[in-house]
């Protein structure tokens, strides 16, 4: 199968990619600078300027489209006006892939779409909650193409990330920040840690991903490990693993009143309909980010 | 104020345009081919073009934006491709009409963004569905816009447009097809009409989304008469209006299994926060229409 990735040289591209080939798809990559780590087709694309995604996806003609590509810097993307240039260049996408006969098109989603449950968030049964631009121009951007490949007959995947992490993460996130304190023996501070998220890591979530876009499996599926975690375990993890327990310091940050409590899945459709398992558990995982953050010193 | 209205040429935006220079406004009017009727500056636009909403918001810097331009060709307008690029052009629109400063954006949504209850449909109250790409992708833009206007403290108004009628509408539409064969002297079939709906004039329709431009009212506005009226009393008004009940054939063309029963509208919110009432009621509005298709004949 032929497979056109958009966002193929980010965090989550990367792993992306790495699977699709090694379950035997051909993939183009699309990306504003290509990326010498990986052997495949590059296609250098603005995707934000208007025409450049009808033009993309002419010349490559591909059987499925995996749409990555979205604003992300951290920190600004959640209330980025950029999210609607993104929406509006995605519509375009997708009815321009609908348009050169695309059977599959996969799109990552959030789950910041989610209105947070006290339990796990499943697909079919959690409402949707449109909380700040991000995840509502992601939210529209799932309806309306889920609309559209109806209308067409195009097999349509929305995978809900949860939270993911690993080498090469922005040293301002979570495991990030942690593993670099750790790796160079600072103190990590922390704040309580009681919220319960679902930590995946990246190489498991692009995998997952590649799983998606490879299977039948249409509507939402939740990407994500299944496995409820507080951050301060993972904090603590991190200690363990680093050696250096006595560098974390949980509660010396202040805990984020607006933060919910729990944002954590129910993997049944990942795990039965689309086959896919995580290679990693949470401490192997976070081990492999330390490991990297120490060679890096 | 400096209104930059698009579809200004469109069955409804006509009378928009008059009703906001009849309050004193300057309007700017959007659209692919000017129309001669109106006195007011025209800019030639096809806002389906990639950048032209940009280009056209630097040219008018507008005060205002309503946004009326989508597609509507009857009975396709439903479920065309289309509609998903009318919402891109829409996101480039309102993100392009941010950056001028815009200080308020109207745009017409529609009574199909509703899960149609067994009575009234409330702003406020009654839950959202999403049934066809035409009202999936109009939901969306509602939603992406407001959250964009509150990043950008920009005020925002979405009238949700029920069913209207009025002179000049296609005579395929129920209004239009019964006062066309009357006019004639020709039967006009209906179903048995039992359905309930809300119907205003195109008149005040537009008056009523000028209003809207005009006032502070933020959020979902109905834009309805308030007044339920069956299918069957429609027809029947019209035949007593025409002087030919005869030609009335009520129950000569089959229901439709999956037309809704009951579409109307709370008009609590255009009444008290917009400050509109109707011009017309029923009876006035389709002897309006009646004496226009007279007059064609």
Request: glycine residues 10%; aromatic residues 8%; negative net charge.
């Amino acid at each position: 199968m032929r497979v056109l990735v958009t966002g193929a040289s980010g965090f989550i591209g990367k792993h992306v990619v790495a699977r699709l080939l090694s379950m035997g798809h051909e993939v183009v990559g699309a990306c504003r600078t290509p990326s010498p780590d990986l052997l495949i087709d590059w296609r250098v694309a603005d995707l934000l300027a208007p025409g450049a995604a009808a033009a993309l996806m002419h010349e490559v003609r591909p059987d499925a489209l995996l749409h990555l590509a979205w604003c992300t810097e951290h920190g600004k993307f959640w209330r980025e006006p950029a999210n609607i240039t993104w929406l509006a260049r995605s519509c375009d996408l997708v009815e321009a892939a609908t348009k050169v006969g695309v059977r599959r098109i996969v799109i990552a989603g959030t789950c910041f779409e989610y209105a947070f449950p006290e339990g796990d968030c499943y697909e079919h049964a959690t409402p949707v909650e449109n909380h700040f631009l991000y995840d509502t121009t992601k939210d529209a951007c799932r309806r309306v193409t889920e609309a559209l490949c109806q209308e067409k007959g195009v097999s349509f995947g929305w995978g809900r990330l949860f939270h993911f992490y690993g080498a090469g993460e922005h040293p301002a996130r979570l495991v990030g920040s942690i593993a670099r304190a750790l790796s160079v023996g600072e103190a990590a501070r922390c704040s309580s840690g009681q919220v319960l998220r679902d930590y995946m890591h990246v190489a498991d979530a692009g995998a997952a991903l590649a799983a998606l876009v490879a299977c039948e499996a249409t509507g939402v599926v939740n990407i994500a490990s299944g496995e409820p975690v507080r951050i301060a375990a993972i904090a603590r993890t991190l200690g363990e693993v680093a050696g250096r327990g006595d560098l974390v310091h949980l509660g010396t940050l202040p805990d984020r009143p607006d933060d919910p409590p729990r944002i954590t899945a129910s993997v049944t459709r990942l795990r039965q309909e689309v086959g896919f398992t995580p290679h990693f558990d949470l401490r192997t995982g976070l081990a492999d980010v330390y490991d990297w953050w120490r060679a890096q010193t």
